[in-house]
């Protein structure tokens, strides 16, 4: 089926334009957005109100693009991992050009290859991103991909080290929603798996977009937090274009060790990044949180603590302290609980709002900084 269309991803003034192509009727298209959003049909011939000649034309052209998790893994916490194919071309290559039959070419001559994620060949085949489903309480959370891989390879970061292989559509990005087997249970989506959202901003809008669309899955932004390094221009466009929560990735508010850390530093630096952000109201429903990884001697002491609260002073803001997770081949000291505690109180009685987040899922390297799909599949 991947040559066919994916329904999915397109919002309800798309559907509309898609069923006059095909010489249906326009309002076709909000009856394939309601089977979509509301219904999430696994068919087209599911699309029990339009006529079977409709849902032949339709079919002839497009599938739903919806793709069942390739596996699954399930942490002793009961968080969930799953490995989601993506249909998205994503992989680049330049390869000689070929001779015309019975001639020759310059060898020197190439041309760029591009695969399907569907193609066969070990590293230039199937592509595929993880998903985390995180269980707690009355709360249901997933953590999606935008990206397979990562171009802003953060030091800390398992998906960094991936490298980047492509941008996820806005079909790929909602299919970890679509066929999430919980998806019934889910109560808030974080962009913070894979990839950098601002780096793939187009297809994150529209993702969010059909998220809280009316004629959509009709969500509240505010159950919607987007992640982002800071990237100059994406981050304000995201701004100013969305209502949904933002997430700075900070983990240090010094320009040089965050540098260190984050190469995106260079190109916008937290303080600007920070800025921006003093520009926007969080004072109502629209929040703004920082992420904070703390590694033990090195960015959790109160000389930190008093840079933060000299960064963040006058923002409506929160900030997540979060344990740092090992990962091969990278030498950083992780930090304990008692520090951590005593930069959260630091903070708070400063006037920074603070919390440590919970760390789920490391037994099946699910955790943050943990995602990836270089070195192999999860196991169903």
């Not at 998205?88 to 000689?96: L, S």
């Not at 070929?98 to 060898?107: A, L, N, V």
């Not at 399907?116 to 269980?135: D, L, M």
């Not at 850390?261 to 920070?274: D, F, L, R, Y």
């Amino acid at each position: 089926m991947l040559d066919k269309e994916p329904l999915l991803g397109l919002t309800t003034e798309e559907l509309r334009s898609a069923a006059i192509a095909l010489g249906l009727p326009a309002f076709a298209g909000g009856q394939m957005a309601k089977w979509l959003y509301e219904k999430h049909v696994g068919s087209i011939d599911e699309m029990t109100n339009l006529s079977k000649v409709a849902r032949e034309k339709l079919k002839e052209r497009y599938t739903i693009g919806a793709m069942p998790p390739a596996a699954s893994q399930q942490s002793v916490d009961g968080t969930v991992k799953y490995l989601f194919p993506v249909r998205t071309t994503i992989r680049k290559r330049e390869a000689p050009l070929s001779p015309p039959e019975g001639g020759t070419i310059d060898p020197t001559l190439r041309k760029t290859i591009v695969a399907p994620s569907g193609a066969e060949g070990g590293a230039f085949g199937a592509f595929y991103v993880e998903t985390v489903f995180i269980p707690d309480g009355d709360r249901a959370t997933l953590c999606v991909s935008c990206q397979v891989g990562c171009k802003m390879n953060c030091l800390f970061c398992q998906t960094g080290k991936q490298g980047f292989q492509g941008n996820l559509t806005a079909a790929d990005i909602l299919n970890q929603i679509y066929s999430l087997p919980q998806r019934d249970q889910l109560t808030n989506i974080v962009f913070m798996g894979q990839g950098e959202p601002m780096d793939n901003l187009d297809a994150v809008l529209r993702a969010t977009h059909i998220l809280t669309a009316a004629d959509g899955y009709a969500w509240s932004p505010k159950r919607i937090t987007v992640s982002s390094v800071g990237i100059r221009h994406k981050l304000k466009r995201f701004l100013d274009e969305s209502q949904c929560h933002v997430a700075i990735s900070m983990h240090s508010p010094l320009h040089e060790q965050r540098q260190l850390m984050m190469p995106a530093e260079k190109a916008m630096g937290i303080s600007e990044t920070v800025e921006l952000l003093r520009h926007y109201d969080f004072s109502h429903q629209r929040r703004c949180s920082f992420e904070y990884i703390c590694f033990g001697g090195m960015n959790d002491s109160t000389m930190h603590g008093r840079e933060i609260v000299k960064l963040l002073q006058g923002l409506e803001c929160r900030v997540n302290l979060i344990r740092f997770h090992a990962i091969p081949d990278v030498d950083l000291p992780a930090t304990d609980m008692a520090r951590m505690e005593q930069l959260r109180d630091y903070l708070t009685a400063h006037g920074v709002f603070a919390t440590i987040r919970a760390s789920r899922g490391e037994d099946i390297m699910a955790a943050c900084g943990l995602l990836s799909t270089a070195y192999g599949q999860v196991k169903s």
